[in-house]
C-alpha cells in the first residue's frame, strides 16, 4: 500500500503558485520523498526527490517538514500544461542497490485553468 | 537522449485471447519495471527486474501473467489467458542502479482492450 496521503485534487489559477501537500507520517530514517506527474495518456514523469534537506529544480520545488512527516510540492508559476496527477511517493534503496520500485497511490489531480 | 520505447500502443482482444507487449528501456539502464495502471488509479507494480533477474514479483499474477528479460536488455510482458479486468495501460520504466539510485523513467505505455 501507498505510505502517502494526498487531496484527491486542487485547483489553481495560471501564473499562481500552486502548492501540493502531502503526507507521509510513517517514513523510515532511510526512504526519499518523491514526487512524479502523469499528463493525460503519458506515462508518468520525475520531478524531483529529496530526503530531509528542502530541494529545487528547474521544474519545482520540494519543502520537506523538519520532521520529515510531511512535504510539499510547489510549481512556482503554474500554466495549463501544467494540468495533471500528482503523486507524492516514498522510495527506499535495497541494499543491493536496485532501488525499490515506485508504489503509486491515487495522487492530487492539479487542474490549472486561465 | 532516447526514451523507453514500447509497443503496440494499443491493442484489443477477445477475452481468452493472448497478448504480448514489448519494451526496450533507456540503454545503460539494469532495472526494469512493468507496471499496470486501471483507470482511475495510480499504477501498480506487476514486476521488477535486474539486469535479466527478477527483484520483485511478488504482485504479478502467474497464473496468466508472465514476463522475461532476456540479455539484460528488451523485456516482454505475456498475458494468456487476457479476461475483462486486464483492461488497463500496461506501463514500462526503466532506471540506472547504482549507490543513489535516480529517477524512473516511463514509456508512453500499451493500452489493452479487453472485449
Known amino acids: 500500500d501507498a505510505k502517502t496521503t494526498q487531496p484527491p485534487s486542487m485547483d489553481c489559477a495560471e501564473g499562481r503558485a500552486a502548492n501540493l501537500p502531502c503526507n507521509h507520517s510513517?517514513?523510515?530514517?532511510?526512504?526519499?520523498v518523491y514526487w512524479y506527474r502523469q499528463i493525460h495518456s503519458q506515462g508518468p514523469q520525475y520531478i524531483i526527490h529529496?530526503?530531509?534537506n528542502n530541494e529545487t529544480n528547474e521544474m519545482a520545488s520540494l519543502i520537506i517538514t523538519e520532521d520529515r512527516k510531511s512535504s510539499t510540492l510547489i510549481l512556482p508559476h503554474a500554466t495549463l500544461r501544467d494540468t495533471a496527477v500528482y503523486y507524492c511517493?516514498?522510495?527506499?534503496?535495497?541494499?543491493?542497490?536496485?532501488?525499490?520500485?515506485?508504489?503509486f497511490g491515487k495522487g492530487t489531480t492539479l487542474s490549472v485553468s486561465s | 537522449e532516447a526514451g523507453v520505447a514500447q509497443s503496440p500502443r494499443y491493442k484489443i482482444i477477445e477475452k481468452r485471447q493472448s497478448v504480448a507487449f514489448w519494451c526496450n528501456p533507456i540503454?545503460?539502464?539494469?532495472?526494469l519495471y512493468w507496471y499496470q495502471q486501471i483507470l482511475g488509479q495510480g499504477p501498480k507494480l506487476l514486476i521488477q527486474?535486474?539486469?535479466?533477474?527478477?527483484?520483485?514479483d511478488s504482485q504479478l499474477p502467474k497464473d496468466r501473467f508472465s514476463a522475461e528479460r532476456l540479455k539484460g536488455v528488451d523485456s516482454t510482458l505475456k498475458i494468456q489467458p487476457a479476461k475483462l479486468e486486464d483492461s488497463a495501460v500496461y506501463l514500462c520504466?526503466?532506471?540506472?542502479?547504482?549507490?543513489?539510485?535516480?529517477?524512473?523513467?516511463f514509456g508512453e505505455g500499451s493500452r489493452l482492450t479487453v472485449l
Open positions: 520504466a526503466s532506471s540506472f542502479s547504482g549507490p543513489n539510485t535516480g529517477e524512473l523513467f
Open positions: 510513517t517514513i523510515s530514517g532511510n526512504e526519499y
Open positions: 529529496g530526503l530531509k
Open positions: 511517493i516514498v522510495r527506499g534503496l535495497r541494499a543491493n542497490q536496485a532501488g525499490t520500485a515506485l508504489i
Open positions: 540503454s545503460g539502464h539494469a532495472t
Open positions: 527486474f535486474q539486469n535479466n533477474g527478477v527483484v520483485d
